[in-house]
């Protein structure tokens, strides 16, 4: 075996960007995030993990509720702003024109390609579950409602060749590729030799 | 305000792919998933989800152990037949080759080029959380071990560039694409008009 075991690390290749929306003090926050998973289909549900001291939890905390927007790839400037500027520090509520849907605290990004708002269905404190002092709380949210222009759209679905997100990967953002084929597909041609 | 609210959907653009394996009955099993993401860097702790019918999830449960192995572009093929494949149905033990790491239970890919070796520290039922009769779930994984060929590596950390992970988005896989900037870095030219 020619593997070598390498030091720990964030080793997820890549990871999607995203802008959490949260109102704090009545006021919209938001912050980058790239550790965000979808986590069932049916409802759907979305996963968000943000360090339990950010600004942004406390917004999460008091309202129960979040946005998830998708910033494109002209938005990487702002987006990354948004990820090394702390809400106690900076007032981020002017930096995006902001819109609410119907759970009317989860403020959400209009020049943002595409909305979700979100509903806390549970909240698990990471240090509850492992032996560390502080860490991330994990935010599971029901996405109630989803937004974006039809400019986005191809046959009513959001169009990833339209909206253009980026993600990330040990410090650097990427932007997303060439098609490569189709899934649930591609897999019919395997054999094993 | 120009936003329509579309119908509900899987909107995380995009998603990584990654190969599951975990052994059942003793032998690998291996699915992919897109519903995947960090929850805590520390550890690291990352977060999978998958449906709680599949065969890959009495693996999980079983030995409290899994694997996730990054496939690379070359890999698509195979990456989608374990995809469209159950265990239930077809034995994919024989479709990789596998190596153990020091959870000795968790079947990592010889060929991935990058293969974590993950400890189940908490398992949430979706259908426990929310009202559904059935659906996934997600198991928090601490990444005990993590290994890669050196020919990934560049100051012994993997390297997306030579990686060459790819993305799930709608149906189709899709290319890590260009770098567009630096992140904690880029943001700092923003200012607010």
Redesign the interface.
């Known amino acids: ?16 960007v ?1 802008l959490i929306g949260a109102n704090v003090n009545g006021k919209p926050n938001f912050e980058t995030l ?14 968000i ?1 943000s360090y339990e001291t950010h600004y942004t939890n406390r917004g999460i905390r008091e309202n129960g509720t979040f946005s ?1 927007n ?1 910033p494109s ?1 002209g938005m ?10 702390s809400g106690k520090e900076v007032d981020k509520s ?2 995006f024109d902001v ?1 609410y ?1 119907e759970l009317k605290t989860a403020p959400m990004i ?1 020049h943002a390609p ?3 708002e979100c509903k806390v ?2 909240t ?1 404190k ?1 240090k509850e ?2 032996d ?1 002092e502080e ?2 709380d ?1 935010f ?1 949210g ?2 109630e ?6 400019y986005y ?1 191809t046959e ?5 060749t339209k ?1 253009k ?26 054999k ?1 030799e």
Chains 1, 2 share one sequence.
Do not use: Q
């Not at 550790?35 to 996963?47: D, F, N, R, T």
């Not at 409602?145 to 039809?150: F, H, S, V």
């Not at 009513?156 to 990833?160: H, T």
């Not at 650097?172 to 897999?187: D, L, R, S």
């Open positions: 075996m020619t593997k070598n075991k390498i030091r720990l690390g964030v080793y997820l290749f890549p990871m999607p995203v790239a550790y965000v998973g979808m986590v069932e289909s049916k409802l759907p549900l979305i996963a993990s998830v998708t790839e990487v400037e702002v987006t990354d702003y948004c990820g090394i500027t002017e930096v819109f849907g209009t595409l909305n979700l269905v549970k698990i990471i579950i492992v560390i860490g991330h994990l599971i029901k996405v409602g989803a937004y974006a222009d039809d759209l009513e679905l959001p169009d990833i909206l997100p980026f993600v990330y990967s040990r410090n650097k953002y990427w932007k997303v590729g060439e098609f490569i084929e189709n899934a649930f597909t591609v897999g019919k041609n395997y094993k």
